[in-house]
Nanobody, 122 residues
Framework: QVQLMESGGGSVQSGGSLRLSCTVS????????MGWFRQAPGQEREAVAG???????NYADSVKGRFFISHDISKNTLDLQMNSLKPEDTAKYYC????????????????WGQGTQVTVSS
């Protein structure tokens, strides 16, 4: 059974940093992409960052240069380092794995976590 559990969310002031971690169990498929999405209240879920099977990293324009995605193979965690946070980054953040195709399309992912809340105050 595949399970994803996000952690590391919380409240931070504008300009601060947070590191999200997604612990993945029951899944070690190395030829598929992985990613992070977020959803703010009243808005659709959007792609934030993705990691292709070949190690290529991808980012939404809104977070490029501030967020960094990485995969710790030994711990089987998918991490998202978030720096220079802005109030508009406030959202619930979800990790997802087993993507066969474009990293930024929700329907390409098979497994999802429950999400972790990130709140950035000005």
């Amino acid at each position: 059974q595949v399970q994803l559990m996000e952690s590391g969310g919380g409240s931070v002031q504008s300009g601060g940093s947070l590191r999200l971690s997604c612990t993945v169990s029951g899944y070690t498929h190395s030829s598929a992409c992985m990613g992070w999405f977020r959803q703010a209240p009243g808005q659709e879920r959007e792609a934030v960052a993705g990691l292709d099977a070949d190690g290529t990293t991808n980012y939404a324009d809104s977070v490029k240069g501030r967020f960094f995605i990485s995969h710790d193979i030994s711990k089987n965690t998918l991490d998202l380092q978030m720096n220079s946070l802005k109030p508009e980054d406030t959202a619930k953040y979800y990790c997802a794995v087993d993507c066969e195709g474009a990293w930024d399309l929700e329907y390409m992912y098979r497994y999802w976590g429950q999400g972790t809340q990130v709140t950035v105050s000005s």
